[in-house]
């Protein structure tokens, strides 16, 4: 089985701080996602990487960075931390070639005070 | 990607058939239908999905209309750990470019005991 894990279940940071959330995979898979979930928006993309040190906008990338620094690891960066981005992060993770299944992890939930 | 159209709720009796429409007429002959489904506090979890050929896995069976405008989500014998809200997703084949999932509002299904 995949198996997608994330540092933190429930985060609380300050405005202003640096917040880092970890997604770390098992299954040697190439291209990574971080999304949020919003109430009524669906899931927006972040970021995402199709491998190791390379990363693409995806349709919210304002107020975030991201590292991929190793294949198994894509790490999602606030450099400021705002209330606005109190919200569900997930990572998820894909197979490359043909496969089209989309394996989540557990999500994060952040809430900035 | 195509829009889809899901009822917003609906229970079904442990043991019984679970069948989930999805509407999506204005789906594009490369687009494939994908469903997922989200457990209160985690992340989504990949159920099956479907070109034009009805599917069956583990899970469930996914029945998709001879004209592809609308699908059927089945689980055989619904238990109360099926209760999800799920989701119908249309896309094109997933690649190495931006894979933005629009999870919209889904199906919240209620397994009642």
């Known amino acids: 089985d995949v198996k997608v894990t994330q540092s933190s279940r429930y985060l609380v940071k300050r405005t202003g701080e640096k917040v880092f959330l970890e997604c770390v995979q098992d299954m040697d898979h190439e291209n990574m996602f971080w999304y949020r979930q919003d109430p009524g928006l669906g899931l927006r993309l972040i970021y995402f990487?199709?491998?190791?040190?390379?990363?693409e906008k995806g349709d919210i990338p304002e107020g975030y960075s991201v590292s991929r620094e190793k294949k198994e690891r894509f790490s999602l960066i606030l450099e400021s931390a705002s209330t606005n981005q109190t919200s569900m992060y997930l990572c998820?993770?894909?197979?490359?070639?043909?496969?089209?299944?989309?394996?989540f992890g557990p999500g994060t939930r952040l809430t900035v005070t | 990607d195509a829009k889809t159209t899901q009822p917003t709720s609906m229970d079904c009796a442990e043991g019984r058939a679970a069948n989930l429409p999805c509407n999506h007429s204005?789906?594009?002959?490369?687009?494939?239908v994908y469903w997922y489904r989200q457990i209160h506090s985690q992340g989504p979890q990949y159920i099956i999905h479907?070109?034009?050929n009805n599917e069956t896995n583990e899970m469930a069976s996914l029945i998709i209309t001879e004209d592809r405008k609308s699908s059927t989500l089945i689980l055989p014998h619904a238990t109360l750990r099926d209760t999800a809200v799920y989701y119908c997703i249309v896309r094109v084949a997933v690649g190495t470019g931006a894979n933005n999932l629009f999870f919209g509002t889904g199906t919240r299904l209620t397994v009642i005991p």
């Open positions: 479907g070109l034009k």
């Open positions: 990487s199709y491998d190791v040190k390379m990363k």
């Open positions: 204005t789906i594009s002959g490369n687009e494939y």
């Open positions: 998820a993770t894909l197979a490359g070639g043909s496969s089209r299944e989309q394996y």
